[in-house]
């Protein structure tokens, strides 16, 4: 039940593409396309932005997209936007009913 | 409206026991995974416990097995985290977290959080 490995921090400035990876293992990330994105804010819940890898559930922006390749999840947001700086959070199934985070990542925009 | 309110956080000693609860509505409880997902401060998101829809099965964090049992009474719409022997550790903002149905693969509603602090 290893954390899933993101970087700390990713910063662009306003309509730039950012991506934050997403960096699991086969035992998870790569066995399972079971990978969701939930982005917080201070002090608030988090919230599902993408889920199975690449679906993003209604209402949610379509700057935002998932994707991945081998163990490694990726999220990128399109035409970065201010109300985007938030924390960023991934999740994999981990096998035998357990679920396992990343770090997080700290978007900052410029 | 989905609704999931936790309450039961508090300040507690080390190795002293605490039980949370999380009230739900808006949907039909017993036909959804739910699950305990906790935050300490400044840190990121650790998922805790879940339990399947009739309560049959449960699965824990490494950490917390033997320590935490989650369980919840379809019968009052509501899920419940026991704590027992807590850590300095174990202090964090603990979510409430409901996966949806029929495809429980991840968490689509949270509350808003209880302040559980372990401390002397």
């Known amino acids: 039940q290893s954390a899933l490995t993101q970087p700390a921090s990713v910063s662009g400035s306003p309509g730039q593409s950012i991506a934050i990876s997403c960096i699991g293992t086969s035992r998870d990330v790569g066995n399972y396309k079971l990978v969701s994105w939930y982005q917080q804010y201070p002090g608030k819940a988090p919230k599902v932005i993408i889920s199975d890898d690449t679906k993003r559930p209604s209402g949610v922006s379509d700057r935002f997209s998932g994707s991945k390749s081998g163990n490694t999840a990726s999220l990128t947001i399109s035409g970065l936007q201010a109300e985007d700086e938030a924390d960023y959070y991934c999740?994999?199934?981990?096998?035998?009913?357990?679920?396992?985070f990343g770090g997080g990542t700290k978007v900052t925009v410029l | 409206e989905v609704q999931l309110v936790e309450s039961g956080g508090g300040l507690v000693q080390p190795g002293g026991s605490l039980r949370l609860s999380c009230a739900a509505s808006g949907f039909t409880f017993t036909t959804f995974w739910m699950a305990w997902v906790r935050q300490a401060p400044g840190k990121g998101l650790e998922w805790v416990a879940n339990i399947q829809p009739d309560g049959t099965a449960q699965y824990y964090l490494d950490s917390v097995k033997g320590r935490f049992t989650i369980s919840r009474d379809n019968a009052k719409d509501s899920l419940y985290l026991q704590m027992i022997s807590l850590r300095a550790e174990d202090t964090a903002v603990y979510y409430c977290a409901r996966y949806p149905s029929p495809n429980p693969y991840y968490f689509d509603y949270w509350g808003q959080g209880a302040l559980v602090t372990v401390s002397s």
């Open positions: 999740c994999s199934f981990a096998g035998s009913g357990t679920w396992v």
